[in-house]
């Protein structure tokens, strides 16, 4: 069973940063994708970034130039971090990766940009 725990998340002004974070244990697994996805209130859950085994990154148009996906694959983790932070990067970010037992979602992070 694959357990992911996100943490980072907080209360900034706008234009600051914040770094979020993934830890991705358990065992029996091989990890593929790791990526983060968010949900504001009200709206459906949204892609932000991803990030391959091999290291190709993939982001979302409202976020490029902004934030940046990276990942330690010795420690099984993601980072996610976020610059020029804006009210409407205002959401729950959630942790998923894509593993040989399937997809596995973290439980979220909260993140305030307050203007």
């Known amino acids: 069973q694959v357990q992911l725990v996100e943490s980072g998340g907080g209360l900034v002004q706008a234009g600051g940063s914040l770094r979020l974070s993934c830890a991705a244990s358990?065992?029996?697994?091989?990890?593929?994708?790791m990526g983060w996805y968010r949900q504001a209130p009200g709206k459906q859950r949204d892609f932000v970034a991803d990030?391959?085994?091999?290291?190709?990154?993939n982001y979302a148009d409202s976020v490029k130039g902004r934030f940046t996906v990276s990942r330690d694959g010795a420690k099984n983790m993601i980072y996610l971090q976020m610059n020029t932070l804006k009210p409407e990067d205002t959401a729950v970010y959630f942790c998923?990766?894509?593993?040989?037992?399937?997809?596995?979602w973290g439980q979220g992070t909260q993140v305030i940009v307050s203007s």
């Open positions: 358990g065992k029996g697994y091989s990890i593929s994708t």
């Open positions: 998923l990766t894509h593993t040989t037992l399937g997809p596995a």
């Open positions: 990030i391959s085994h091999g290291g190709t990154t």
